[in-house]
């Protein structure tokens, strides 16, 4: 069972930063992306940032230059580092893992693994909240 859970949310005026942690239990796939996905309300959701077992990123424009995704294998943790941050920043924000990828699939183009429906595990979501 592969559970996915989100840490380090919360509220910081605008400029400030956050990092967020995603512990990742049962997930024991060699090949795979995992992702942060962010969702405002009455918006799709959409990919903020990702990361394959290659180490391969990618990011949405909206936070190239001030987020940062990173991995700790040993750890089995996913973070995002959030600097800047914007009061358009402000959403719920979920961690999402895939299943097993064969070589090929992190090898190519990443765009594809920035849509939600590419994901076939979700955190809870932890809430950020930018003030202006």
């Known amino acids: 069972q592969v559970q996915l859970v989100e840490s380090g949310g919360g509220s910081v005026q605008a400029g400030g930063s956050l990092r967020l942690s995603c512990a990742a239990s049962?997930?024991?796939?060699?090949?795979?992306?995992m992702g942060w996905f962010r969702q405002g309300p009455g918006k799709e959701r959409e990919g903020v940032a990702i990361?394959?077992?290659?180490?391969?990123?990618r990011y949405a424009d909206s936070v190239k230059g001030r987020f940062t995704i990173s991995q700790d294998n040993a750890k089995k943790t996913l973070y995002l580092q959030m600097n800047s941050l914007k009061p358009e920043d402000t959403s719920m924000y979920y961690c999402?893992?895939?299943?097993?990828?064969?070589?090929?699939?992190?090898?190519?183009?990443?765009?594809?693994?920035?849509?939600?429906?590419?994901?076939?595990?979700w955190g809870q979501g932890t809430q950020v909240t930018v003030s202006s």
């Open positions: 049962g997930y024991t796939y060699s090949g795979y992306y």
């Open positions: 999402a893992a895939t299943a097993a990828l064969a070589w090929w699939s992190l090898v190519r183009e990443p765009s594809t693994y920035m849509r939600p429906q590419s994901f076939d595990y």
């Open positions: 990361i394959n077992s290659l180490g391969t990123t």
